[in-house]
């Protein structure tokens, strides 16, 4: 064999381990020093097809080819089938780069994402990593804060307040001490954007938070990752530490005079603590309680201290907009969703993972041409977008385009970019009591709308489906969903309405149920 | 399977003692004590409100507010299994219902033995449904009969 190994991607995702990647790395690994041959494993992050997991590259002369779905067993015919330069077998895909998911995407935030070894600072380097960075560093704060805005960027954690106004705020606050929080909870149901960023390319969120703690003249940031997420944890530590050792964080960045101190911070599994003042309140070592706003977390935030909080997919999309410069970014999207967008598909389909696109292209592109349908091979009845709080639509209402004015003109929202594919076998009855069950479980408990209203919710969902007097039943929950949209203090109450008032609106057939026969004694 | 060493008062003020330094830390604290010791024995409150010069009632406060965190010793495999609705859109639920029916093993009830499957909302595998947590291990496609073997498992190695 030639001295150079041949390098073969096994990714290190936490959905491709889900489903064997440990034990086909391993058995490459055997079977190549069995057969003599000279092999580099690099564990990558995921391409994003997750059906296609685990998925195996190899980098041959004229690029890298995939194979997948491979299992341990099938790695002795691989190497048989001279899989080690791109040789033709059962499983092979063809190049990356050309398979028709990859193709269609715009992928600006997940462009390294797949393709680098992620803890390799050389590799991040090597492939534009640290470019926004080092632009940064050549402009004020003010002048960073201008090209956010000049970019368009929404806050991609559901809101979509524009980044650029709320780090203004930042900005121009006077405080001794000023933060970066990452808002690194991502407990919505159908949304795995921010943990395959920090398993693929934990650096370009680093580089996105160091660049608005220039840009805001903050010293201190700190990232909340859900403990649903082991993986990413141990990826991003490490991740940190080698920063640090490389000095593009800490004392100084990157040798300027800026100093910027970086650590993750651990949730303990209570989805509230993705609301962003309840983020806070965790972090400071509290119960996770809402609070009020004003004042704003950009004035009062961590500690009392300016603060800007962003989710994950924001700070990511700053690096790019640096370096590529606002205009090129703004180039992307509608309206006034600008740039690209994460869209996370999953649930009951046949294709299911992470697409990067600009905004707008429809939900019925996306999970019939990209997702190929349900993965029962049963007709969709129903989809959910943006998460736990999101609407259900129905399969009528898919030509809606990815877009926040768009889904909320139809009474939905798009959230994190999550979309949950359900087929026909789906109670919609039972989803809406799920909707108030799972506000009841995670509730702060602050407000009374929310803490008592999701109870009741549940409660009057049980009596619906149970097909006791309906119509008056029916007329207590949109009652009841009108209080909690109004009066809850923030959107977890505020929201739950929306999958149930969907589902009811949308599937009333669900609601109108014959009375449960009485129990034989 | 990790074996965790009983609880020490010592031990545990000095994991408190070696995080106090850190802004808010009482997160950090709780988690570093659950690692140890596999749960964070009462007996912590006072260490970490004197450390921290909080009030007990704080202390406790955010012990119980967070899921994670467990106030007695746990069953020696704790299985997280994914009830959200991208796993519900898969069939979580009858995973659940099969548990109880065919394995005699209910869901979120800590008397089923040395293993417990606990819910929990999302683990982010929403494309390779349904999804469980097992220490630290994500796995997808998950049936009935896989995780009951893997309930198995965790009361052999006990």
Known sequence: MSANPVRIFVPIDAAALSVGAEAVAQAIASEAAARGLAVEIVRNGSRGMLWLEPMVEVETAEGRIGYGPATAKDVPALFDAGFASGGAHALRLGKTEELDWMKRQQRLTFERVGVTDPLSIADYRAHGGFKGLEKALALTGGEIVDAVKASGLRGRGGAGFPTGIKWKTVHDAKAEQKYIVCNADEGDSGTFADRMLFEGDPYLVIEGMTIAAIAVGATRGYIYLRSEYPHAHRTLQRAILKAEAAGLIGASVLGSQHAFHLEVRLGAGAYICGEETSLLESLEGKRAIVRAKPPLPALQGLFGKPTVVNNVLSFAAVPWIMDHGAQAYADYGMGRSRGTLPIQLGGNVKRGGLIELAFGITLREIIEDMGGGTLSGRPIRAVQVGGPLGAYLTAEQLDVQMDYEALASMRAMLGHGGIVVFDDSVDMAKQARFAFEFCAKESCGKCTPCRIGATRGVETMDRIIAGAEIPKNIAVLRDLSKLMTDASLCAMGGLTPMPVLSALNHFPEDFDRPPLPLAAE | ?158
């Open chain 2, 1 to 158: 399977m990790a074996a965790y060493p009983a609880w020490d008062q010592d031990s545990a003020r000095m994991i408190v003692a070696g995080l106090a330094h850190l802004e808010g830390a009482t997160l950090p604290m709780l988690h570093a004590l659950q690692d140890e010791f596999g749960y964070v024995d009462p007996q912590a409150v006072p260490l970490i409100a004197e450390a921290l010069n909080l009030s007990r009632a704080e202390v406790h406060g955010a012990i119980s507010f967070y899921h994670d965190f467990k106030t007695a010793p746990q069953p020696a495999r704790t299985i997280k299994l994914c009830r959200a609705e991208a796993c519900q859109a898969l069939g979580c639920e009858s995973v659940v219902a099969e548990l109880s029916a065919k394995h005699g093993i209910a869901v979120d009830d800590h008397h089923a033995g040395d293993a417990i499957v606990e819910t929990v909302y999302c683990l982010g595998n929403c494309a390779l449904g349904p999804s469980a947590l097992v220490d630290g291990e994500l796995i997808g496609r998950v049936d009935a009969a896989r995780i009951a073997g893997l309930c198995q498992h965790g009361r052999a190695h006990s």
